[in-house]
């Protein structure tokens, strides 16, 4: 998923996609709760500060954070990273 225009992502990145979506969303109810959290269930730090990128802690508490917040949303949640590439290097470390 990707925030609107959902048309601007392929003009700006040049590809054609091969399945496009785009959902309303409820606004009935309160349904956005920005969070900043720093760390995990186990006391650890949660950054994104380039120093930190590389720490198994650090990574790993992104990911069990992640998972605890899906677990308790029902409607599921919006992450954002800092760049396309953390965010593929912490997937490929969680996979």
Partial sequence: ????????YPKLLQFEPCVSESLSMS?????IRP????RGSDQLN??????????????R?????LVELCS???????AFFTSYSYMESLISEWD
């Fill in 61 to 65: 508490n992104y990911g069990a954070m």
């Fill in 46 to 59: 949660v950054s994104t500060r380039y120093e930190d990128r590389g720490d198994m802690g650090v990574i």
């Fill in 35 to 38: 969070l900043v959290i720093t």
């Fill in 72 to 78: 308790s949303i029902p409607d599921g949640i919006v």
């Fill in 27 to 31: 606004t009935f109810r309160p349904c």
């Fill in 1 to 8: 998923g990707t925030l609107s225009p959902i048309d601007l």
